[in-house]
């Protein structure tokens, strides 16, 4: 409490009546601890609701477009009916639904892992690490600085930054303490220019599969609940050969489960 109280500029007393229920905060002030705790905009919406408050302010109310929205536990059911690499992240870039086609091409078991795994081990830089994205995306550089400029060019909500010390942390989890390969990442984040927030975005991915070769994709990044900054990032073959090797890599993928299923 005396660390919150701290860094949120409230009183160390202010802090101890709302944990023991003598004190409720008005919404500034919820929002100055929810700030504290690394939560995602729908995971913060949730309890800025549940305290009685509006959530933050979106272009599209709940009211005027019922049904508008994707909520989270809907997303895994949407992008499991698309044939190509599809899936689903929060502003903290967690992933939160990936279907068959993804774990696939990534040689990752999204249910599994999303069982044994906490949630910062389950953002897209975490899981690029252990995937090996810099060994299988060819064009990363270009990939990177796109989801670079993307990034700074994004209007934050005012509890939930993303500063300095957030970009470093994930630039060191998907280097894997590679220093040489840190110092790359640094380089063209730095030179990336912000562009403009839209509400769809894009940018091309090579990724070179072992056994079965390239994949050309375009990353089209669309907003899937703009209250709740959740994402759809669909991975669009651009060409017949990728859809070719699409499918031999997906093939290859059901016959992995079931192996694993019979062991």
Do not use: C
Not at 77 to 101: I, L
Not at 109 to 132: C, H, N, Y
Not at 217 to 244: G, N
């Amino acid at each position: 409490m005396e660390a919150v109280a701290e860094r949120s500029g409230l009183s160390y007393e202010t802090i101890r009546g709302y944990e023991n229920g003598r004190r409720s905060p008005t919404r500034g002030s919820l929002l100055r601890v929810v700030a504290l705790l690394d939560l995602s905009a729908a995971d913060a919406n949730s309890l800025i609701e549940g305290a009685g408050f509006a959530p933050e302010p979106t272009l599209y109310g709940p009211d005027e477009r019922p049904g508008l929205a994707f909520r989270v536990e809907e997303l895994q059911r949407v992008v499991e009916k698309r044939p190509w690499p599809s899936m689903a992240t929060d502003d903290t870039v967690q992933v939160v639904a990936a279907n068959r086609a993804v774990q696939a091409v990534w040689g990752f078991d999204f249910a599994k892992e999303r069982r044994r795994r906490s949630r910062l081990q389950m953002t897209m830089f975490a899981i690029g690490r252990d995937v090996g994205f810099l060994d299988h995306m060819t064009n990363w550089p270009v990939s990177f600085r796109a989801a670079a400029e993307m990034t700074k060019g994004r209007a934050e909500r005012l509890h939930l930054p993303v500063g300095p010390t957030e970009t470093m942390e994930a630039m060191r989890a998907i280097s894997g303490g590679d220093t040489l390969l840190m110092k790359r990442l640094v380089r063209v984040w730095m030179k990336a220019k912000p562009t403009q927030a839209r509400m769809q975005s894009d940018f091309p991915v090579i990724w070179r599969d072992p056994e079965h070769g390239e994949m050309r994709f375009r990353s089209i990044i669309s907003v899937a609940s703009e209250r709740d900054l959740l994402y759809f990032r669909d991975w669009h073959p651009v060409d017949a050969e990728t859809w070719q090797v699409l499918e031999k890599v997906k093939a290859r993928w059901v016959r992995s489960r079931k192996r694993t299923r019979r062991t």
